[in-house]
């Protein structure tokens, strides 16, 4: 077995010696995968070689961007690791504005691309704030569910195309259409695969203009269903909102509160338990106003209260601000993806007062609902909640990695030198029958 | 016709133990009957009276997914190919069975399992017809929203299958956007489910593998309400670049048609004349004002005519192209929105102000209103153009708003010495647009027709490749374009047939499709 001053002797040939490293001080931000060496790739090509040259040196690669995530990572063997770092894959290769897509290496950051496109009246969309510090190749390959925007879904849904390079050696590129009907979407083997099969090396995604014009809401309803139902006939109305998220009261304390709006909009007492929706519409301005008066009826039928406007506009600066520092910590959330005939179920069993509830990734079929707490046994309290959910029958996020994506890496990934994180072993059984969801009414 | 190469008598005796002999057939009208879908190629073949080269050994009727992993397993055993068949319309030979062996013809599969108006959900068999399904959805005050000029011949699993799109996906996007779940056996047996929200998407690699990955089942389906309003307008551009821009500006507004349809000069001149058979309805309506027009004379003079006029396609359609800038008449396009009466009204308008940017002529509802009544009839209109020693046949490329225009005038260069070339743009997204070539030529011969097929489609996909075009955008790969697989993926060929290899091991399912 190769030694790691072996390892990063061969890493100094293709990237050169600048851009590796055995140094403690360098290995320890990517303590969770306690790599031997650091390597910082500028191309696809030298990315290929290095894995290439891993399975020679029988070494496992670990890829990571911003490392925003704490991932505990599968250990195989006793193989020595390579933290193979993109972050010097961090430019615009090029952007086209007749048609409206970019195109980038995946080492940039999210905010940095987002930043770029938006000096040109550009925007890869209304993505939530939290990603910004992300890498645009660890939101791809990790496809997180929090990743999404209301009105073009999740951020791979955005993507085009791909370079991707392979234990092979090789690095393959995409064909960059609209769309095609030539065999399966190998884009969607990598997407979300958490760098199981392959390292996305970069990625031509939509874009768009900046909006004409967007319109923030903040409305409060009495209670989580009436606010469920009132947005579930938004989308039935045909309308995408830009962003839309419910809270409960709680969760509204812990997000609106600080930014300086008062409790007395949602304050929950026993006789009632409002829960808050912070929606935007975005478009040509009759489109905007078209739309904001289809939700003024939903909204009046629904019984819910309008906030006011200086106290909306403080809550949509905040959130189209630049934030300033990376997230700090774990957020100790569970999620589960639900539809709307789930509600009661959820009701019963999960709308607790104690309990933060945030509901985003919205459609015309349901969306994600994100449970988390403040209690100090919080990581045991999210697996009860997790269970909670699969006695429902709801599937928590991140046990979602179907068993058929593990069968797949015996095949892209023979000489499993590509490390994931250890949690890929809670999986999402790819077999069985379909059966009937739900009954016909 | 072929005997079936199959040890036949072992291979009965099985596939009657799993469907009953009922549904399991080896005769001679049945396997001629699913020996093409309706890839020209084999229609030609028919035509010109060559054997048929595609005749399966057996034809089976499964009615549930447990009879379909019977018979994989037991087909598993032999290595015995098994092809499976929605209502074979496909054209691109993706349901012939080129490699012998089984056709599953899936159309008995065809009940509504589950639907939920209020999750906006519905799952059914795969075998389901297009339109009974849409029927389905519509008595419930849904729709599907997929409506490909197929769908009264196509069905569920085909759809999925193939990929495909229909005329309204500016507005609900195409099938692949409408999986929220499908079920498939593998080529070992195994009940597949792959729900959309797993992560990587895995029903995505089912989607679009034309049976060679998986045989589809059953599928859950995103469904909407049906429109509560609906209003069609048309428009006459001066010529496609501006029609093209006004397409584009309209897509990156973030504007949503449900239908926005652009015909080049030649397709809209025919289109006013009565649709796709409307060269042939010109040349009827020529001979129909002669004396003698109900006479055998008139009738092959009207062949004559017909035969030369495509035999000279070429010539035909540079006398079109020189002629069309004198004529009046534009370029004719399609727009229709449909949704809530505020935000359709809201949205037309919007549209109809883009097209007038882009120098349009209004030309009121009326033509959008007939495209609609007659939208899906052009499929049904080939047999006069076959009988008369011609053939037809559509390319459906797609690319980027930027490389659109070379995309349009490189296939139109190509194809144009070999046939008469007509195209429209559809499918219109913010960042590209399909373009649908239609070609018609004629030739003498067995083999004539056959090889200038060929040779006009080797230069259309050739020319599509150069400008980095998709060599197909909704009508799939099949056999015909199975050459031209490599061009299109690249070294991600390699991913295909790895995810091949992993799913059927024993290589059975639609073997010599796609290029794998």
Redesign the interface.
Known sequence: MSNPAQIASKMAEIVGATHVSTQPSDRKRYRGMKPSVVVWPATANEVARILMVSIELNAEVGVTGANTRQEHWTRIGSQHRISLDTRRMNNILNL?E????VQAQTGIRFGQLEAALTRQGLTLGSFPRAIHFSTLGGLLA??PAFARSALTGRI?DSC?GLS?ATT?G?????????????????L???????GAFGVITDAVM?I??L??QELPLIQVFPGLRQALDAVRNIF????RPSHCQILNSKKAATILEPLGLPNTLWESNVERSPAVVLAALS??E??V???S??LENIFEQAGSSETPDELTNLWWKHEKSIPDEEPKGIAHTAGA?F???DLQALDKSLFRPKLEILIDQLN???GIIWLSTTNSKSQKTISKLNEAFIDIGL?PVGQ???T??Q??R???DPEKILLTPQWLTAN?S???????????? | MPQSSANSQKLAHGLCAIFGSDRVSQSNPDRLAYSRDMWPQTLLALRDDRPMVYPPDFVVWPESTQEIVELVKFAARDRIPIVPWGAGSGVCGGAAATCGGIIVDLKRMNRLLSISIEDHLAAFESGIIGQTLEDTLNIRGLTLGHFPASIYCSTLGGWLATRSAGQFSSLYGNIEDMVECIEAVTGDGRVLKCHSHDQPELAQILVGSEGTLGIITAAEIRVHPLPSHRIFHAYEFPNVTSGMEAMRRIMQRGLKPAVLRLYDRLDTLLARSGGQGAMNNLLHSATNQLPFSNTRVAKGLHRTVFKTALGHAGLLGKLAENVMPNLKGGCLLILGCQGEKTLTETEITLCHAEMIAMDAKDLGEEPGLEWYKHRYDVSYKQSPLYASSGFADTMEFATTWKRLPALYESVKRALSPYALVLAHFSHAYQEGCSIYFTFAAASEGRHSSENLYNEIWRQGLSAAIKVGATISHHHGIGVNKAAFMAHEHGESMAIFRQLKKNIDPQGILNPGKMGL
């Open positions: 086209d007749t048609s409206l897509i990790h496809s791979a085009l991707v092979t090789s690095v393959f590129t995409t064909k960059i259409v609209p769309r095609r009907a030539t065999g399966p979407d190998l969607r083997v990598f997407l979300g695969s958490r939509r768009m203009r909006p004409e039935v109305a045909g309308i478009g040509p009759v489109v106003e078209a739309q008066q289809v993806h539809r709307y005939s015309i079929h349901g599937v979602d990695f179907p058929l994506a069968e797949m015996q095949e892209l999402q790819s077999f069985g029958p379909l059966g009937p969801l739900r009954q016909e009414e």
